[in-house]
C-alpha cells in the first residue's frame, strides 16, 4: 500500500510541474486575444509560469521525500548518555 501511495505521488509531482507553466500560458494568449496585448504578455506570463513551476516542484519534492523516509521506515539512533531527560 505504502508503494501505491508513493506512486501517487509521483504522478502528482508531473502534475506540478506541468500545469503552472501551461496555465499561465494559455491565460496569456487569452489575454493577448481577447485584449489586444503584444507578445510581451505571453513571455511574462511564461517566466511567472515557470517560476512557479520551479517552487511547485521544490515544495512537492520535499513531500515526496518525506513521504519516501516515512514508508522506508526510517531508523531512529539509540539516545545517547547526554540526550536522556
Not at 505504502?2 to 502528482?12: A, C, D, I, M
Not at 509531482?13 to 481577447?34: D, E, M, N, Y
Not at 507578445?39 to 506570463?45: D, G, L, Q, S, T
Amino acid at each position: 500500500m505504502k508503494f501505491l501511495s508513493l506512486l501517487v505521488w509521483v504522478g502528482q509531482f508531473g502534475f506540478s510541474v506541468i500545469f503552472p507553466t501551461v496555465f499561465f500560458l494559455l491565460v496569456a494568449v487569452w489575454l493577448r486575444g481577447k485584449f489586444g496585448f503584444g507578445m510581451w504578455i505571453v513571455a511574462v506570463f511564461g517566466v511567472l509560469g515557470i517560476l512557479t513551476s520551479i517552487s511547485t516542484t521544490r515544495s512537492c519534492l520535499r513531500s515526496l521525500r518525506k513521504a519516501a523516509e516515512e514508508a522506508g521506515g526510517k531508523k531512529e539512533h539509540p539516545i545517547s548518555f547526554n540526550d536522556h531527560t
